[in-house]
């Protein structure tokens, strides 16, 4: 095993700051080394039946939930295939690197998309989405709730209903949020509430979720050229048996169920949405104290991942190697915002202690840093 994954000094797992894949706690690494049986079988039908509801309740939905072998990513390139149909157009309502990849998406895929860009760091608000609306008749516009890059979480209550009243179907990606922030899906009535499990979930990678709603799936029925591996018609057949259509990653799913039965029965879904905001709110206190501005704009701060900017001019890759000889890893700036920023994660298992002992040795490390500028 490479030594990446130790912490040299204490020889403990490192401890991972990160916007995903967050550690994995051992009770699920537990979960994982139990015994299957096959994919077609009675008790995983089972199993995978007590997946389905545990989403439910945690995206408060009676919608549909599929499990998907892939990443977010492969759910995000579902939802452009699946429903969007020909001669028609979807907004991509896009306020980061994730809104940038979904329009990818819908472009190498020959579908006619429209991109709403706005300013990295601010938020999609009412305004915005109205007007972005009013410009085309769209069948479906996709968003993301939380947007990792830039750490800014969208105002998903005010804007979906103004999408819906548009009368075009929703996709949220929630992958750096789902299971560490409240999203009602019934409430809002989002057709397809999609997430990878390495964020919020704590699980390992390699498995994504998501909520279909009736009109979804209705729609999926008439288009063309859904493909085969993400066909949501195929993924509803076997979900009625609860079953996937390919042979799913069995183990994880295990650990899927034994997560959310964590989440909803001792955690509780309250205390888990609450432990992120107080996760999120601790982190901007600490940027404030030190001197460093959020790169999120104001009232729209990410509960589950900060991004803050360098005021202090500091040289970010230094910082993040420096603390990862103290077994903490935390991340520079997503793509072009490298060096600009750099992000802390703050979702999963993590509590407010390891926060703050993680700060205090990041303090520290910047505190050198600075002095180190000074000659
Ligand atoms: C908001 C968001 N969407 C999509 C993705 C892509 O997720 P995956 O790597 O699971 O495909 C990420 C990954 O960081 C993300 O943060």
Redesign the pocket.
Known sequence: MSEIHLNKKEGSQLKLFT??PVEVPDRILEELKKPNDTHRSTPYSDMHKLAKEGLQKLLYTKNDCFIFTS???GV?EACIRNLVGKEEKALIISIGA?GD?WYDIGIKNGKEVVKEPIEWGNAATREIVKKALKRNQYSVVCL?A???STGVYNPIYDIVPIIKDCGALVCI?A??SMAGVKLEVDKLNIDVCLA?V?KCFALPPGL?VASISEAALEKSSQVENRGHYFDFQYFYKKSKVNQTPTTPPIPHIRALVAQLNYVLEQEGLENRFKRHTQLGKRTRMWARDIGMKMFSQEGFESNTVSTMENTLNLDFNKMVSQILEKGYRIVNGYGSLANKTFRIGHMGEITLKDLEEMLKVLTDIISDLRLEKMG
């Open positions: 916007p995903g990443s977010a990513t995000m994730f990849r993301q939380n947007e990792t990606d992958t750096s990878s390495q994504a």
